[in-house]
């Protein structure tokens, strides 16, 4: 089993920064990807970036520019460095990673916690 660990966020005015981290340990045998989503009051979660192994990075629209995913391998570790946060990027964050704990078996998603994001304005 993996287990996924969070940190950062908290409260930012409009126009301020936040980094937000994920830590994966556990049994782990290659990460796929890793991500962050998030997901607004009354609203459904959204990939907001993504970040494969290979190195490929997406974005949803609303944040590029914004928003910098990074992945630290030797540490099993995915950031998300937030820049000139808005009040429409509050939210409960979670990072999930894509990862095999055997050289045989399926890739699985795994998910943090969530940590949540305030932005005022």
């Known amino acids: 089993q993996a287990q996924l660990v969070e940190s950062g966020g908290g409260l930012a005015q409009a126009g301020g920064s936040l980094r937000l981290s994920c830590a994966a340990s556990g049994t782990i045998f290659t990460i796929d990807a890793m991500g962050w989503s998030r997901q607004a009051s009354g609203k459904q979660r959204e990939l907001v970036a993504s970040?494969?192994?290979?190195?490929?990075?997406n974005y949803v629209d609303s944040v590029k520019g914004r928003f910098t995913i990074s992945r630290d391998n030797a540490k099993n570790t995915v950031y998300l460095q937030m820049n000139s946060l808005k009040p429409e990027d509050t939210g409960v964050y979670y990072c999930?990673?894509?990862?095999?704990?055997?050289?045989?078996?399926?890739?699985?998603?795994?998910w943090g916690q969530g940590t949540q994001v305030t932005v005022s304005s």
């Open positions: 970040i494969t192994s290979g190195g490929t990075i």
């Open positions: 999930n990673v894509l990862l095999r704990t055997t050289a045989w078996g399926v890739a699985r998603d795994y």
